[in-house]
C-alpha cells in the first residue's frame, strides 16, 4: 500500500472513530432510569456574568442510582443552579437545602422508556449518516489519487478497505444502540 493510500485510510479510520465517541457522547446524556451527572451536562448557568457550564461551578455526584447532588464551589450561587436545572426542563425538581442541591431521579414509565430509546435510534442514525458521508469522501480521495498516477489495483483494494472499515463502525454502532436500548428498557 502506498503512502498515499494508507493516509486516506488513517484519516478514514479516525474520523470514524470520532464519531463512535461523538455516539457514546450523546447516549451518556440520554437518562436510562439511574442518576448521572452527565444528565446536567448541557445545563448552563449564569455565573456573574458569564454563561457557565454547571460542572464547572459545582459538583455533581451520584451518591445513589436515584439521587444526584450539587455541591456549589459558591453557595450563593444554588438559587442561580436551582433555577437552571428547572429551565433546562430536564423533568427534575431540585431540592436546595442551602449547602446542596438534591435532585430526585423519577423513574421512567414505559412511554417515556420508548421515547427515549427512539431518540437513542435518530442519534445513532445520524451518526451511521455520518459514517457514510466519511466513506463517500474517502472513496473521493482514493479517486483523485487515481487521477494522481497511483495504480488501479491499489485504488481498488484501498475502496475495498474503505468499505471493511465502513461496515466495521456501522456494525459497532449497531452493537452501541442495542445496549443502550436493553440498559434503557430494563426497569
Do not use: C, W
Amino acid at each position: 500500500m502506498t503512502e498515499e493510500s494508507q493516509f486516506v485510510l488513517d484519516e478514514a479510520t479516525e474520523a470514524m472513530e470520532n464519531a463512535i465517541v461523538h455516539l457514546e457522547r450523546e447516549f451518556q446524556k440520554i437518562r436510562a432510569g439511574k442518576a448521572s451527572p452527565d444528565m446536567l451536562g448541557d445545563v448552563k448557568i449564569d455565573y456573574y456574568g458569564v454563561m457557565t457550564p454547571l460542572n464547572q461551578a459545582a459538583n455533581i455526584n451520584t451518591p445513589d442510582p436515584r439521587l444526584i447532588v450539587v455541591q456549589a464551589f459558591d453557595k450563593s450561587m444554588l438559587s442561580v443552579m436551582e433555577k437552571a436545572i428547572m429551565a433546562a426542563n430536564l423533568g427534575f425538581n431540585p431540592i436546595n437545602n442551602g449547602e446542596v442541591l438534591r435532585i430526585q431521579v423519577p423513574p421512567l414509565t414505559e412511554e417515556r422508556r420508548r421515547q427515549l430509546v427512539k431518540q437513542a435510534k435518530t442519534e445513532a442514525e445520524n451518526s451511521k449518516v455520518s459514517i457514510r458521508n466519511i466513506r463517500r469522501s474517502a472513496n473521493d480521495d482514493a479517486k483523485q489519487l487515481k487521477k494522481d498516477g497511483i495504480p488501479e489495483d491499489e485504488i481498488k483494494k484501498l475502496e475495498d478497505d474503505i468499505q471493511k472499515l465502513t461496515d466495521k463502525f456501522i456494525k459497532k454502532m449497531d452493537e452501541l444502540i442495542e445496549i443502550k436500548e436493553k440498559d434503557m428498557m430494563a426497569v
